[in-house]
């Protein structure tokens, strides 16, 4: 499983957690000489058959960016391989960066330090669900920019916050940092090139919609946000010749029994999460479930981080404004700083 492949950081998300393209081309190597590569037809064949296929590696690239069309494609075609591309896709549809994106662009600008600043000085505890709300409050915010910094920036936006408040409270902090800000073409494949790469034996898979995570939302959302999402893509190649889905962030939590009935029930042939294991038989078991190893865990798969850090600005009071006391932490009681537009769930049919 890859995301960022690149020789290029003048892009959004800018330095964010890319693999380097000599990396990459090196980890092709070594699957290559330690694994070999598995055929594009017989891994359909066990797939959707169970027929035996000798070992080997088969390349998952997510999110429908554009570093795969750009570098991985090439790549691949010079080394006659192929792969399977799951997108998201929103942008395409709305013309909108993702929520997920737009924060790696963020963080992958000013850090996560600074991300985790200005999230301190706008996020209330009325933004964060019940059940969030204890787990939220474990942490005080006094954190260095580091690994730690930008997992807990992401662990707010991406699962604490309410989905209600996410998008108006990453506009806020885009404000702060506008450098950051990020246009689709900057970050994502189009329409005709996505279509290039299924005319070059690349398979397209589902990724949703939006990216959010699947098991926080209701029934007709999650249908909405995988439904959509194929019946878009098979309209961008002219029909997809297999479908194929992988759940945003991935996680076992991140989606229910709801969601594997709803691929069943659109006829989904194969899913995969980001369990590290093979894919063996006794797997195809649970073909919606089908374990994928990331690419750092594979030499020459450390993944690069660069911050830009153009945009640091005297923007914040440095008062402490979230104080931890015997464990608890107490948010000063002032009043929203931006006006919060009740957003409604994104209906990605008609944009909005
Ligand atoms: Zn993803």
Redesign the pocket.
């Known amino acids: 499983m890859y995301?960022y492949v690149r020789d290029d950081t003048s892009r959004p998300p800018y330095g964010y957690y890319y693999l380097d393209l000599d990396d990459f081309r090196a980890q092709l190597d070594y699957f290559e000489s330690e694994y070999g590569f598995v055929e594009k037809d017989n891994f359909l064949r066990f797939v959707r058959d169970g027929e035996p296929v000798s070992d080997g590696v088969v390349l998952t690239f997510?999110?429908g960016l554009i570093d795969h069309y750009e570098w991985v494609l090439p790549e691949l075609l010079s080394r006659d391989l192929w792969g399977i591309f799951?997108i998201?896709t929103g942008p395409l549809q709305c013309n909108e960066v993702l929520d997920?994106h737009r924060v790696h662009s963020i963080i992958g600008s000013v850090g996560g330090k600074q991300l985790l600043d200005v999230l301190e000085d706008i996020i209330t505890e009325e933004m964060i669900p019940d059940r969030k709300i204890n787990e939220f409050r474990k942490n005080t915010y006094q954190k260095q920019d580091s690994t730690e910094s930008i997992s807990e920036a992401k662990r707010i936006l991406n699962y604490f916050i309410s989905y209600s408040y996410r998008s108006d409270v990453i506009d806020e902090v885009e404000k702060r940092f506008p450098e950051s800000q990020a246009v689709v073409s900057e970050l994502y494949m189009s329409e005709d090139q996505i279509s290039e790469l299924y005319n070059s034996g690349m398979i397209i898979g589902s990724?949703t919609v939006s990216?959010k995570v699947l098991s926080k939302l209701n029934k007709p959302d999650q249908m909405s946000e995988i439904y959509n999402s194929f019946d878009y893509l098979g309209k961008v190649v002219d029909g997809l010749s297999c479908l194929t889905f992988?759940y945003?962030?991935?996680g076992e939590h991140t989606y229910n029994d709801m969601t594997l009935d709803l691929l069943e029930r659109y006829g989904c042939e194969w899913s995969f999460d980001v369990r590290s294991a093979d894919v063996t038989n006794a797997e195809l078991d649970a073909i919606y479930t089908l374990p994928r190893y990331d690419s750092c865990e594979f030499a020459h798969g450390s993944a690069t981080f660069r911050i830009l850090r153009t945009i640091v600005g005297s923007f914040l009071s440095r008062r402490p404004i979230v104080t931890a006391d015997k464990g608890n932490l107490h948010l000063p009681n002032r009043g929203r700083i931006f006006p919060l537009q009740n957003h409604l769930p994104k209906i990605f049919t008609n944009c909005h």
């Open positions: 995301h997510d999110d799951y998201s997920v990724h990216h992988c945003p962030y991935g």
